[in-house]
Every structure is written in structure tokens, then in C-alpha cells.
């Protein structure tokens, strides 16, 4: 139990569909990132936010949309995706500053019809 | 952040200590190491850091040379359960926008009975 949790687990969806991707976390963290594990490929980092404010997009396509109503809450919404966007999505938590490190949820594994 | 270079695949035999090497030779003087791993099918689980002092907690040690260029995971009894892509990363610590982190391929080490 890492103390971040992602449902659903495993999610398949046809590239028409809409759905989202949940984060809770129940460290008291102030800052949540979402990150992108294709496979044989390293982690990508996609949103950061910080104090619930987003403060890093990596260049991710627009049919990624991030929310993060709180501290404790993130979201990815997810609407007309490609089939190269199945992957393993990761959610994570941290302190904003200080050294701490990131806690990780263990993902939710997205496969695009 | 700086680079880091990992060995892509060590072996370790059950009960005998895994070192794992990390190179960061570009690192700066503020930069803090991370080591993390990652379990088949599961998040990345935060394993320990440290910026200049060795460190040792439950679950491994750190020991980072004195010009911080290098440094080693040591896993001091490793079970088959230690089998993991293992990945050491470079980050400052400071500053409001989050605690980003880059992974790269990390190492994969299998335990062996």
C-alpha cells in the first residue's frame, strides 16, 4: 500500500469513447503528476501540478486533459484516443519542495481498440 | 537534471548481496541521487536517496562516492521478490514546481536461486 490509489486498474476503449483516469492520494502531498510507461520504453513524464496548479505539460496531445480539483484528487480525461496511446498510466504524489521522494500508484493499464 | 548510466541487466543469486552501479558523472553539487524499482506490472516503489552521506534504511544501502560521480544501490540479501527494473535518477530538490523526476531504462536484476 503506497498510500496513492488509481482505479480502475485496467481499461479498455474504443478510440470514439470517453473516460477517465482517477488519482487519490492520502499522504497529505501538495503536488501530483501523471506519467505515461509505453511499452519497453522508459517513463514519460505528461502533467504536473503544484498547489493544484498545473505547472508542467510536456507537449502531450490535447486529447489528454488533466484535473486536479484538490490536493488529494487528479484526474486524466481521455477522448478520442489512438491506438499508440496504450499504456500503463501512472499517477504520483509528492511534497512540493524539500527532497522527499515521489510515491507512485501502480497504474492503470489503458488498451486503445 | 543530470544523466545517469546503468548497466541495462545484472544477475544476482538468492541470498547474496546485489550491487547495483549508477554513473552521474554531470551531476551538481545540489543534486540529490534516487534509487527506485519497478515490479513487473506495478508503480515504481521508492527504494532511498541521499546527496552526499551514505545512507542505509530497511530496505537497502546508498553509498555514493566522495566526488558524488558514482554511486551504488546495495541490496544486502537479495530474494527472488528483489527481482526489478532498478532505476537510480538525478534531481534537485528544490524549488516550487514539483520534484520532477527523469527515468531512463534503469537495469533489470534477476534474482536467481
Known amino acids: 500500500e503506497t498510500g496513492v490509489t488509481q482505479t480502475p486498474r485496467h481499461l479498455v476503449m474504443g478510440m470514439t469513447n470517453k473516460k477517465s483516469l482517477k488519482c487519490e492520494q492520502h499522504l497529505g502531498h501538495n503536488a501530483m503528476y501523471w506519467y505515461k510507461q509505453s511499452a519497453k520504453k522508459p517513463l514519460e513524464l505528461m502533467f504536473v501540478y503544484s498547489l493544484e496548479e498545473r505547472v508542467e505539460n510536456n507537449s502531450v496531445p490535447s486529447r489528454f486533459s488533466p484535473e486536479c480539483p484538490n490536493s488529494s484528487h487528479l484526474f486524466l480525461h481521455l477522448h478520442t484516443l489512438q491506438p499508440e496511446d496504450s499504456a500503463l498510466y501512472l499517477c504520483?504524489?509528492?511534497?512540493?519542495?524539500?527532497?522527499?521522494?515521489?510515491?507512485f500508484g501502480d497504474g492503470t493499464r489503458l488498451s486503445i481498440l | 537534471d543530470a544523466k545517469t548510466t546503468q548497466p541495462t541487466s545484472m544477475d544476482c543469486a538468492e541470498g547474496r548481496a546485489a550491487n547495483l552501479p549508477c554513473n552521474h558523472s554531470?551531476?551538481?553539487?545540489?543534486?540529490?541521487v534516487y534509487w527506485y524499482r519497478q515490479i513487473h506490472s506495478q508503480g515504481p516503489q521508492y527504494i532511498i536517496h541521499g546527496l552526499k552521506n551514505n545512507e542505509t534504511n530497511e530496505m537497502a544501502s546508498l553509498i555514493i562516492t566522495e566526488d558524488r560521480k558514482s554511486s551504488t544501490l546495495i541490496l544486502p540479501h537479495a530474494t527472488l521478490r528483489d527481482t526489478a527494473v532498478y532505476y537510480c535518477i538525478v534531481r534537485v530538490a528544490f524549488g516550487n514546481a514539483g520534484n520532477m523526476l527523469t527515468f531512463g531504462g534503469g537495469t533489470r536484476l534477476m534474482v536467481k536461486p
Open positions: 554531470t551531476i551538481s553539487g545540489n543534486e540529490y
Open positions: 504520483a504524489s509528492s511534497q512540493v519542495v524539500g527532497n522527499q521522494p515521489q510515491h
